[in-house]
């Protein structure tokens, strides 16, 4: 199961972070400052995967824009891997440039695919 959804810039401001259970709101920005650390500070020759207190972390670096997924022990890597790609080709469809993406209907499409936690949809040719 999903358990956070994050999109953080390389100078690691989040631009967008969505969570499928309650975390306090001081504790989230820990959390977020604790994985954007981990996450920026890996070098590209380095897996993907990072195992990280009670559950694993997921990400993909797309060119300024890295996508983190934290997830359950359980959850298969290699499907949550697939599936940010996934995300990113419906974005860049729907947007052309991923990258510089902060608009409102952005934020309603971002939430479309995961559902409660679980990914709902892996269709790229959805229509948002």
Not at 36 to 41: A, F, M, N, P, Q
Not at 104 to 109: T, V
Request: with cysteine; aromatic share 14%.
């Amino acid at each position: 199961m999903i358990k956070f959804f994050l999109m953080v810039n390389k100078q690691g401001q989040t631009r967008l972070s969505k969570y499928y259970e309650h975390v306090e709101i001081n504790k989230r920005t820990l959390l977020e400052t604790e994985v954007i650390k981990s996450c920026l500070s890996r070098s590209n020759e380095q897996c993907s995967f990072i195992e990280y207190k009670d559950f694993k972390l997921i990400y993909r670096q797309y060119a300024a824009l890295f996508i983190v997924v934290g997830v359950n022990d359980t959850e298969n890597e290699m499907a949550i891997y697939e599936f940010i790609h996934n995300f990113v080709e419906v974005l860049d469809e729907y947007f052309s440039r991923v990258v510089s993406l902060m608009t409102k209907k952005w934020f309603s499409s971002s939430t479309q695919f995961p559902r409660n936690g679980s990914i709902s949809r892996t269709c790229v040719n959805i229509e948002l």
